[in-house]
């Protein structure tokens, strides 16, 4: 996959506490995939002034998208989504592998008529 496409990265960040925000654009910032744009899509909060600064100086591309408490939470970011692919990443304790971006753009060569694609990792003893 080329890297030059851009990959817009929607955090459903709802009304999560702000450690496991930063877990999250934690996961991301190691990608190994970097020609990416996150947003992050919370509820109205004023605990996140630090956290934003903080993520400002990590992403370039990073933006945080106040919406009110319905389907707006998705629906507004990915108006303002710029990629030529989406990823939505809720707040979870689902970990994304180090490749998981390119993984994913990899899959897309396999099926020309793929317009989604949907994953699962699990941990197990």
């Not at 996959?1 to 996961?27: C, G, R, Y």
């Not at 990590?58 to 990915?78: A, C, D, G, H, R």
């Not at 707040?91 to 699962?120: Q, T, V």
């Amino acid at each position: 996959m080329n890297d030059k496409k851009l990959v817009s990265i929607i955090v459903l960040a709802e009304h999560s506490p702000v450690e496991k925000i930063n877990e999250a654009l934690t996961n991301i910032s190691q990608q190994t995939y970097r020609n990416v744009e996150v947003l992050v899509s919370h509820f109205n909060r004023a605990d996140l002034e630090s956290t934003q600064q903080y993520w400002n100086t990590k992403f370039s591309n990073i933006y945080w998208i106040e919406t009110p408490v319905n389907l707006e939470i998705i629906e507004t970011p990915l108006k303002l989504a710029k990629g030529d692919f989406v990823f939505y990443k809720s707040i979870n304790p689902i970990f994304w592998m180090l490749r998981h971006i390119e993984h994913h753009l990899d899959l897309f060569g396999w099926d020309k008529k793929a317009s989604w694609s949907y994953s699962f990792l699990e941990y197990r003893n």
